[in-house]
């Protein structure tokens, strides 16, 4: 007891540094509160109070307690001028007639990881990422950037980076439950069509931008605005006969941002190999959910 | 000293729950890894492990240290057959015509905040979350709900619900800078269309699923797949001749989720007011970046 009673004083340090730690961590959990919990445990009292963002989007403090010069105050400054908007307009039955069209279109569209090597015209990619760069965005901040690959020795590069990845994602990272769920699509760690694809295009979400006065410029919601973008790409790879499979490499990222000397700012989001079918492409035979599952009419 | 002394074994006793606050809290930290922190200022060194999903996905721990009973084995138990996959091919020429085609439509999309009361055809609407649900998802999960409020009552509870919030968010959680942003776009708290808008579609992420057995089933990437259909349901608009704004209201969706009486493993994503454009309608009189701005070629 005497022993311990010399030991009272760092006892008493000790927890004053664990009070501390305890502090800091609730103090950051704070900053960045994540929406409800898992299996909605959450606390329900006023529950819409004070949910994040859903989304990484990184936003400068409104307080001005932190450091908060490298960002601009505004993202723009003029004032826009409005003009008038008025799209083209169909008659009901010709609205009908092409709300129908379109959906047999996409409704063809398939996930293809098997892809030839037939070269594909250029103008129609570059096409294809027009349309995707119509997407709207958070704040009109357009943060994406779409990266185009031909060169072999490149989609090589980024083969051996992603399959040496996903070999440790689907043996140690992803768990049993979710290679089973894979597996039934025949998907594994290895990638051919990274190397026999004409085109690999890696899409980046910007998750800051950076103006001219070297400045950085919020990029709200960059994440849902880059995938909006995404579901508008594959419209238009549909809309041509090209074929392709929405990937998101888990952990290749920053190896891919080096090798494509892509900046900080630049995440990568999705990679899609895009090409022609080949002769013998097949796909698991899904079905997809009737509209009665999916839709609730209020 | 004496008195301190007999407090001794307390403070051991509170030293031991403090250190094991700490171990839970670091778990928790462990269990969802958040990937680079602001500015770039992550660690360097093998940046590419560990990352972590980039999506608030539930996934089951691998290990079975948690109780783990909620959740299925695995998603599907079938092995699918696979199938021939032929789509439809167009020679060269076509190709370059539709591409530019789809680009001339799509390019012509704004987001419209003034849109008429005229009725729209509910098939036409059918029609258009139809294909939003051909969107590819994490391991074929189509984890997303779509609700269709046409009920005028709704229409105005979801009004104001959402202006109460965006008041709020426009006031005080969102700051000056992002107000700044969005002044241009003249777009405030005030959300008229609520009101006017024929249809207002409301899609749900669905968090996790559930499967017919009761056990929790996972969605992997759900907020990307749903972000994803989106697009596709955007361009399905479009290609109808109708407009919307595509809106994330801030901490609405708790309060949404629970008028319209959907499940927990359901959250807000976004919120589309759906109809013709209003004949004295007006946008912002906004530039798209080039294709040199968001393509790289390599």
Not at 28 to 50: A, F, I, L, M, N
Not at 230 to 247: E, H, M, W
Request: with cysteine; aromatic share 8%.
């Amino acid at each position: 007891m005497a022993f311990l009673s010399v030991l009272t004083p760092v006892f008493v340090a000790v927890l004053c540094v664990m009070i501390g730690l305890i502090f800091i961590n609730s103090r950051k959990t704070d900053r960045v509160p994540r929406p409800e919990t898992k299996g909605g445990s959450k606390v329900e009292s006023r529950p819409w109070v004070d949910q994040d963002l859903q989304d990484d989007t990184e936003i400068t403090p409104r307080d001005g307690r932190s450091k908060d010069d490298d960002w601009a105050d505004s993202n723009e400054e003029e004032d826009l001028p409005h003009v008038p908007y008025s799209p083209p307009r169909y008659p009901v039955e010709r609205m009908l007639e092409r709300s129908q069209d379109f959906y047999s279109v996409m409704n063809q569209r398939r996930s293809v990881r098997f892809i030839s090597s037939e070269p594909v015209p250029r103008d129609v990619i570059d096409n294809v990422i027009r349309t995707a760069g119509t997407a709207p965005s958070g704040a009109h901040t357009e943060p994406w950037t779409f990266v185009v690959v031909s060169d072999p020795e490149t989609k090589h590069q980024i083969r051996l980076i992603v399959e040496e990845e996903e070999e440790v994602n689907y043996r140690q990272r992803m768990g049993d439950k979710w290679v089973n769920d894979l597996a039934r699509l025949r998907t594994n760690w290895i990638k051919e069509y990274l190397d026999v694809a004409p085109y690999l295009l890696l899409i980046f979400k910007q998750t800051y931008g950076i103006l001219p006065n070297g400045k950085k410029k919020t990029h709200y919601y960059n994440e849902i605005s880059v995938s909006i973008s995404c579901g508008i790409l594959l419209a238009a790879l549909q809309n041509v006969g090209l074929v392709t499979v929405t990937s998101t490499p888990l952990n290749c990222g920053p190896q891919l941002r080096l090798l494509l000397k892509r900046p900080a700012n630049e995440k990568l989001l999705m990679l899609l190999p895009v090409g022609y079918p080949a002769s013998d492409a097949t796909v698991p035979d899904l079905k997809r959910k009737p509209l009665d599952d999916i839709i609730v009419r209020v």
